[in-house]
């Protein structure tokens, strides 16, 4: 069975840029979430999708995020503009209903 | 406000050298406990999952036992192998999202 699979795996990119991450889930997990690990900190809860519905939305930090879930699908997570406290490594996880979480590797975004 | 503290933050163990890691918290209505392992450039990989006080989870060399303030994931006879980041987390009843601890690295020498 194949993982929860995240691009890019590094992004580095300049204050004021766009970025575009994106998560592709285990086939057949309605459950999909984010959640981002800044530096020395612990891992967040961004939000919780349930299928193509935004389930929970409450951990998105401000409106420069903008999370989709196309058809219930893949996930992305759009930060624009971003700024420089948006670094650190943004993780997607999928789950079926009740049951536990599978993590992908992350995406370790840098902006400079 | 709900927290989750792990201790220590790091520890560094002999292989053979059996330990703990505790996990306290602070949440009111707890759904479940949640223990993970991190390898490096890995996400978080489940272990177990605790629901209420007494209860007691084992895997191979790890055992994750439950009260209802704390949680304890003790190592027995650890491998080099056993090397990571362990994370705590929980869930209460009114929502899915989990709230992690920052860690405890282990490292095992052989």
């Known amino acids: 069975e194949a993982g929860v699979t995240q691009f890019p795996s590094h992004s580095v990119i300049e204050k004021g840029q766009t970025v575009t991450l994106r998560c592709d889930p285990i086939?057949?997990?309605?459950?999909l979430y984010w959640y981002r690990r800044v530096m020395g900190k612990e891992i967040k809860f961004l939000l919780h999708?349930?299928?193509?519905?935004?389930?929970?939305e409450s951990g998105m930090p401000n409106n420069r995020f903008l999370a989709e879930r196309t058809g219930g699908t893949y996930s992305t997570l759009k930060v624009q503009p971003a700024e420089l406290e948006d670094s650190g490594v943004y993780f997607c996880a999928s789950s079926r209903i009740n049951e536990k979480l599978f993590f992908g590797s992350g995406t370790q975004l840098s902006v400079l | 406000e709900d927290q989750v503290t792990q201790s220590p933050e790091a520890l560094r163990l002999q292989e053979g050298e059996s330990s703990s890691l505790n996990c306290s918290y602070t949440v009111s209505g707890l759904r479940g406990l949640f223990w993970y392992r991190q390898d490096p450039g890995k996400g978080p990989e489940f272990l177990f999952t605790?629901?209420?006080a007494g209860e007691e989870k084992e895997k191979e060399r790890l055992k994750a036992t439950l009260t209802k303030k704390e949680s304890f994931l003790h190592i027995t006879a650890p491998k080099p192998e056993d090397s990571a980041t362990y994370l705590c987390?929980?869930?209460?009843?009114?929502?899915?999202?989990?709230?992690f601890g920052t860690g405890t690295r282990l490292q095992v020498f052989p």
């Open positions: 987390a929980v869930q209460f009843y009114n929502t899915d999202k989990l709230i």
């Open positions: 605790l629901y209420s």
């Open positions: 999708f349930v299928k193509e519905s935004k389930q929970d």
């Open positions: 086939s057949g997990h309605d459950n």
